[in-house]
């Protein structure tokens, strides 16, 4: 199983970006799917979450700017990031929480992460 990221850049305050993230492999099921971000010097820190019924969290500091989607007939999540500030500067990761073939068990994979960067 691998998550594939894309979709980070460099962007003015204010801009916007998206971030894809998709998963391949013998995979059964995907539970839950989400982003992190990790900024330097920083702990990784959860962005949003989405469950496969479609129910989403966010961080408090991305509530309104951020939205967070997913499709899963192609295993893929998004990352819609509007109204951009340099603090959002990080690497992303996804993450899923997955159910792979020949297992009962479910397993977290994480993505290679992807920069964003916020500067003007």
């Known amino acids: 199983v691998q998550l594939q990221a894309s979709g980070g850049g460099l962007v003015q305050p204010g801009g916007s970006l998206r971030l894809s993230c998709a998963a391949s492999?013998?995979?059964?099921?995907?539970?839950?799917m989400g982003w992190y971000r990790q900024a330097p010097g920083k702990q990784r820190e959860l962005v949003a979450t989405?469950?496969?019924?479609?129910?989403?969290n966010y961080a408090d500091s991305v509530k309104g700017r951020f939205t967070i989607t997913r499709d899963n007939a192609e295993n893929t999540v998004y990352l819609q990031m509007n109204s951009l500030k340099p603090e959002d500067t990080a690497v992303y990761y996804c993450?899923?929480?997955?159910?792979?073939?020949?297992?009962?068990?479910?397993?977290?994979?994480w993505g290679q992460g992807t920069q964003v960067t916020v500067s003007s």
């Open positions: 492999g013998s995979i059964v099921s995907i539970n839950v």
């Open positions: 993450k899923a929480v997955i159910r792979r073939t020949g297992s009962y068990h479910l397993h977290d994979y």
């Open positions: 989405i469950t496969s019924g479609g129910n989403t």
